[in-house]
């Protein structure tokens, strides 16, 4: 029973009234929330294969849907629900021009709400494509600078506790300033990932790594012993140590301070000073160099020179120490074995530029958007498409998201250049990622006849897998092309044909699609599992069913009357179609 169950109509309007005037934190926008809510099951979603578009020989692992990304995120949502490791978009930035068909809609400048229009449009996007995600999945989103901030606040309240950063991307060389004079040569990509999602970093550069002394303990590098605290800050951790081999002092930089103690305090925690050096982890450079001040004025005046060790300064405590001390000119470190390394990778940085490429410098090699368009008009021979990312961008983003097996999903796919990538990405490591490609037909009353899905998105592939160019002879994935359409629920035990759910079981059961053959049942028969779609049951299907029986087969058994199954033949999970779909499609 609800709190509000009991109250009298007028205060539950005072409440609502309340609601409303109360502002919230974080981004608020016009929207309808029933309106939303309805509209995800305001119809069934069913999408079938279309053999003459799809390329290369069945069984496909790859799909490219043709329709509205928001009706196949939802027929995705009740077929694949948590098994999207990556999801990457470049979706429309709200610039109101006429460069895409949803900007129409959705971006119009003379519309007083069309931000808000534009944030709707997304949100109801994202919240499906989170159900998408994998527990160590993420999505990444490319946004210009204009609109960066709505859209991470946007998917903060769509992605709640999801925020992992954002990377810049250098878009262009940068020669061209305009209004305040600030240079436009960046875009960002935002990541929003699952509690379990980390980048996959690069490998931890080796070539540092050597061991001229022949220590047991293999490789090693030096690193620094300090801390970022100043000698005000920490002063139980600023304190002189002492080479005992050489009798050399050496000062503590009093802006960062040691990361060890000595053994003699009692605040002492952790590897102290002589535990590092009785095990030979201690290394002061430039052993047999020293300096030396027999007086204060003199050690004072040297200070005031610039001629003292660096980290002798007038205001440190305890200047007069290091009167007659030989004090070494070196510094002490530490040594780092490589057999100690507890990641044998290094984090990713927020920066992707290839102009920043070099072996301390772990960036997202990145190209520019010169980049796309010449690999555009590579494959087509023309401009087929505008404002196509660099293909490198999003394949060392899917490289830094995915393993070899993951599946990878762009639902504003534009060109395909996310496909591309996977195929590239594939060909260069042998796996075996799988990609999922949405795209629209941008339709118009004035070009009816237009399909960028199937004449760009798709033809790029095509184009790729046939393709006897050297830069591109080792790409291939074959595609199933699907095609979306809204169906009333009311309708559907009339309307939804047997291709409809076979596509939908195929791809639930995380099987590759096949063509629907019209038989009285489909079959797909794996080494894990036998799916079966019994549109209509007779003896001939009763007997192999039985014989499915025998055999102990794993089987999944779907019909639109179960009923008449489970009478005649006995151990079998059999499943209503209805039931089956439209409960995994509301949940």
């Not at 294969?49 to 849907?65: E, F, G, H």
């Not at 151990?571 to 209805?578: E, I, N, Q, T």
Request: aromatic fraction near 10%; proline fraction near 5%.
């Amino acid at each position: 029973m609800s709190k509000y169950d009991d109250l009298p109509r007028e205060h539950l309007i005072e409440l609502l009234k309340k609601r409303d005037r109360t502002k919230k934190l974080g981004l608020v926008w016009e929207r309808d929330e029933i309106e939303a809510d309805n509209a995800v099951d305001a119809n069934f979603v069913a999408a079938t294969v279309v053999p003459d578009l799809s390329d290369k020989p069945a069984p496909w692992r790859n799909m490219v849907i043709e329709g509205d990304n928001y009706d196949a995120l939802r027929w995705l949502r009740m077929t694949m629900a948590g098994q999207i490791k990556c999801i990457y978009i470049d979706p429309p930035y709200n610039t109101g021009a006429k460069d895409w068909v949803y900007n129409d809609h959705y971006a119009n400048p003379e519309d007083a709400y069309f931000h808000s229009t534009w944030l709707e449009f997304l949100f109801r996007r994202l919240t499906l494509a989170r159900d998408l995600l994998a527990e160590d999945g993420v999505i990444l989103v490319s946004i210009n600078d204009e609109q960066r901030a709505k859209l991470e606040l946007l998917m903060d309240e769509a992605m709640p506790g999801m925020r992992v950063g954002s990377f810049v991307w250098k878009t262009r060389p940068g020669t061209k300033g305009e209004g305040a004079y600030l240079s436009q040569d960046h875009e960002h990509v935002l990541v929003y990932g699952k509690s379990a999602f980390r980048f996959g970093g690069s490998p931890v550069d080796v070539g540092k790594y050597s061991n001229d002394d022949n220590d047991p303990r293999g490789p090693w590098s030096s690193t620094t012993l300090q801390k970022n605290a100043s000698f005000k800050e920490r002063p139980n951790s600023y304190f002189p140590v002492q080479d005992p081999e050489t009798g050399f002092w050496y000062p503590c930089n009093p802006n960062r301070v040691w990361s060890f103690q000595k053994r003699s305090m009692k605040s002492a925690r952790g590897d102290t000073f002589e535990d590092l050096y009785e095990s030979g982890q201690i290394i002061f450079t430039k052993r047999t160099e020293f300096q030396e001040f027999q007086s204060l004025p003199e050690l004072l005046q040297a200070i005031d020179e610039e001629t003292a060790h660096r980290f002798l300064r007038r205001d440190i405590p305890d200047l007069d120490f290091w009167v007659g001390q030989k004090i070494g000119l070196g510094s002490v470190r530490r040594k780092l074995f490589l057999k100690d390394l507890k990641q044998d990778t290094k984090p990713v940085s927020s920066w992707a530029n290839a102009e920043a490429i070099g072996p301390e410098v772990n960036v997202i090699a990145a190209g520019m958007n010169q980049e796309g368009s010449k690999t555009v008009q590579a494959i087509f021979g023309s401009r087929a498409f505008d404002y196509a990312k660099p293909v490198s961008l999003i394949r060392e983003l899917v490289r830094q998201s995915t393993g070899p097996g993951d599946i990878v999903l762009d639902f504003f796919a534009g060109s395909a250049t996310t496909a591309q990538a996977v195929m590239e990405l594939n060909a260069e490591d042998g796996g075996d990622r799988r990609f999922i490609m949405v795209s629209s037909t941008e339709a118009t009353a004035d070009d009816p006849d237009k399909n960028l899905c199937r004449d760009v998105t798709a033809e790029r592939i095509r184009r790729l897998n046939a393709s006897d160019d050297r830069k591109f002879a080792d790409l291939a994935a074959g595609f199933a092309y699907l095609r979306c359409r809204e169906i009333e629920f009311e309708d559907l035990d009339q309307d939804l044909a047997p291709a409809e759910v076979w596509a939908a079981l195929e791809t639930l059961h995380r099987l590759p699609m096949t063509c629907y053959t019209q038989a009285p049942w489909q079959e797909h028969k794996t080494e894990e599992q036998t799916l079966i779609f019994a549109d209509r049951v007779g003896t001939d299907l009763l007997d192999h069913l039985r014989g499915v029986v025998d055999r102990r087969e794993n089987a999944f058994v779907y019909a639109w009357a179960p009923g008449q199954i489970t009478a005649a033949v006995v151990g079998l999970d059999v499943r209503s179609v209805r039931s089956e779909l439209v409960g995994r499609f509301r949940q």
